[in-house]
Each structure stands twice: as C-alpha cells, then as structure tokens.
C-alpha cells in the first residue's frame, strides 16, 4: 500500500516538472517575440525617422513664356547620401540625378547649392512642347526599396504682341496718332515692351513729339506710342516688341487730306481688300487640296 501510495506522489511530481518546464519554456517564447516586435517596431521607427520627405508639395504649378528660362525648386529634407533625379512623365525619360546630366538636351541643367535643401531643373529657351509633367524622385530603402514622387506642372505660352487696329493705318498730316499694344498669354508683366520704326528703336530724342507710356488695364500692360502733329516722315512700319513674346507690327500712312472720314473709309477700304484677298487664298488652296 505504501509502495504504491509513493509510486502516485513520484508520478505527481514528475508531471509537475514537466509543467513547470512547459511554463518556463512558453514565457522564453513570449519574451522573445515580444522583444522582437518591439525591436521591428523600434527599426521600423529609426527608418521612418531617417526617410527623406518633401519640403514644397504645394508649390509645384510652374508657367512661363516661351525663350523664358524657368525653374523646378524640389525641396528635400534627410537627403542623407541619396540622389534627387528629375523625371519628365511623358515618356519617363530621366532628364538629371543629382547634379549630372541624362538627357542629350543641353537647354535641362540640374541646380543645387551646397547647404541647401533645393534641388532644381533649369530650362533655358523652354518651347511649347516642354509643357506637361515632371516629377522630382528620391529613392531610398528601408526594409524594402521606396521611392518618393513630387509631380510638378509646367506651362509654356506662346506671349504674343497685339497692336489694336488695322494693320494699316492712314492718317492725316498734322494729327495725332496714337498706336496701343497689349500682350497676350503671358505668365506676367514683360520686363520691357520697345517700339520700333523699321530697324530702329523708338525713344523721346528720335525728335520732339513722341511719347511713349505705359498703363495696365484690366490686369493687361497696354504701352502707348503717341506721334504728335504727324508728318509724311513718320510714315512707316512700326513694330511693338516686349520682352520673351512674338512682335506685332502695323504700317502708318501720313497723308494729305481735309476729311479724317476720308481716312477712315481708306483705311477700312485697304482693310476690306486685305480681308478680301485672304478670302480668295482659303479658296484656291482649298480647290488645290481638292484637285490634289
């Protein structure tokens, strides 16, 4: 009975022992997924804290005029080693990393200043057709290879002088005559607008009597020439030339006359042969294409 009775407490404690090693052998496995959840959430954190972000995600709308350098600022904070490349979305064609040229089009150039955190493509001479996306990129790695994209918009418009009226003008000699240029599609005022007669540029001492001005109506820089008591001299092509946009010209006639609605209906007839003689060219090279 006795034999039997420590048999059961040998058989008891045995089976305690091995709980007691299933205990400690479970809390060993809970310690370290544990600690490794915290080490990944711990290296997943320095990672994100080391990840590079941008600095300018708002500032990505871009307009120029055509032959009108622009520039693309990337701001980039936490670079650390890693490259900013400058992509053109249309065809994905890597126009620079870093500071080295990829594209074979000399007018891209890659702009930074050491210190700084901007990264900027510089285009010089931009054309129509350098309109649409770009998109400033950064790769890094964290546990698997990320890349951060900042699209950019740029908009390139052809600027273009207007000079209103009648492409030919007749006066009377001895009037005033006032000849006003606006420009059209222009991402801002031009730095200059110059008035040219034929070759030469027109200034106060080219004689007495002209005046040039400048006023902005309706959010439009309209320059004013004006030639006081006109003469058969001032006759001639003149031409409204502003800066980084295509010129427009009209042809003054100063001439003899007692009745400026004599003029007028000159002016308005030359207008309605030029108008007349385009009309009669739509017509033949429509006919050509036919019997082409």
């Known amino acids: 009975m006795l034999l039997k009775m420590f048999s059961v407490l040998g058989g008891q404690r045995k089976e305690a022992k091995i709980f007691l090693s299933l205990l400690g052998t479970i809390s060993v496995l809970i310690q370290t997924t544990n600690g490794g959840s915290l080490a990944a959430k711990g290296a997943e954190e320095t990672s994100n804290k080391d990840a590079p972000s941008f600095l300018n995600s708002s500032e990505t709308t871009v307009v120029t005029s055509v032959g009108q350098t622009a520039y693309l600022h990337c701001g980039v904070q936490g670079l650390g080693d890693r490259a900013v490349s400058w992509i053109r979305s249309r065809d994905?064609?890597?126009?620079?990393?870093?500071?080295?040229?990829?594209?074979?089009?000399?007018?891209?150039?890659?702009?930074?200043?050491?210190?700084?955190?901007?990264?900027?493509?510089?285009?010089?001479s931009p054309r129509i057709e350098d309109s649409g996306m770009y998109e400033c990129q950064v790769s890094y790695h964290g546990d698997v290879e990320k890349k951060l994209k900042l699209p950019f918009t740029l908009t390139v418009l052809e600027s273009r002088a207007r000079i209103l009226g009648n492409r030919d003008l007749y006066m009377k000699e001895g009037s005033v005559v006032?000849?006003?240029?606006g420009v059209e599609d222009?991402?801002?005022?031009?730095?200059?607008?110059?008035?040219?007669?034929?070759?030469?540029?027109?200034?106060?001492?080219?004689?007495p009597g002209i005046h040039l001005s400048l006023s902005d109506v309706n959010n439009t820089l309209i320059s004013k020439l004006t030639i006081q008591s006109a003469s058969h001299t001032d006759s001639g092509n003149y031409t409204c030339a502003p800066a980084n946009a295509l010129t427009d010209s009209v042809m003054l006639h100063v001439v003899k006359g007692e009745k400026p609605e004599g003029l007028r209906e000159i002016s308005n007839s030359?207008?309605?042969?030029?108008?007349?003689?385009?009309g009669i060219l739509l017509l033949l090279a429509g006919h050509t294409r036919i019997l082409i």
């Open 270 to 278: 030359a207008a309605d042969i030029n108008n007349w003689i385009n």
């Open 92 to 124: 994905l064609n890597i126009m620079t990393i870093g500071m080295e040229r990829y594209t074979p089009d000399q007018r891209f150039t890659p702009v930074h200043a050491d210190g700084h955190n901007f990264w900027g493509l510089k285009i010089v």
């Open 186 to 207: 222009v991402p801002a005022p031009p730095a200059y607008i110059y008035w040219y007669k034929e070759n030469d540029v027109i200034s106060y001492s080219n004689r």
């Open 178 to 181: 006032e000849l006003e240029c």
